[in-house]
């Protein structure tokens, strides 16, 4: 048993987001890195790992987890003494779930398709209704602040931080105080300015 994380990052990409957790947890973790420009990820070896051909993965103590999400959810808890899950039974517990899954089945797919302009279709068809539903849930959400659990900081900010200030510099977001605020207080983060600084 290894308590290290082999940790399978592409910069930058997505699994920045869970380079971040990673530090925000302290885990000890190694990169297996990936030229995505160079295909990498196609190739037979990563494909036997993520056979969506997509980073982040992580192993760690035998586990193999894919999806962002997922990984969130299992890394907060495998290093539990880091404070950034709130444990099973603990009434938090269920919205730190729900705003962890509503990102990935919510916010990504509905933010990546007004970018693309492709309109979501009827809205009983749609995973996420339509993003004016979806923007205004990430609002609803963020308003009690200071975090996605109110006093307390998760790794659901983590999360949601990392992917605002990545999805908002970009443009795809509306222009919104409550989101502005949670930005900065993102920005404030040892871990964040860390990593800006490792480049
Ligand atoms: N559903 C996956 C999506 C991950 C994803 O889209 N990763 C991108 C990096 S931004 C990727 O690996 N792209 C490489 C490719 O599609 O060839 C997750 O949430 O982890």
Redesign the pocket.
Known sequence: MSDVVTFYH?EP???SMTRLLLEELGAPYEIERLD?KAGD??KPDYLAINP?????AIRHDGALV????AIFIYLADAFAQAGLAPAIGDPQRGPYLRWIVFY?ACF?PAIVEKARKIAPGPRAMSPYADFDTVWSAVLTMLKPGPYVLGERFSAADVLWGAALSWMTSFGLCPPASEVEAYLARHAARPAVRRLAQAG
């Open positions: 592409a990409s997505r699994s995505l990820q196609l969506m051909g997509k980073v982040p894919t999806e962002t999400a990935a990504e």
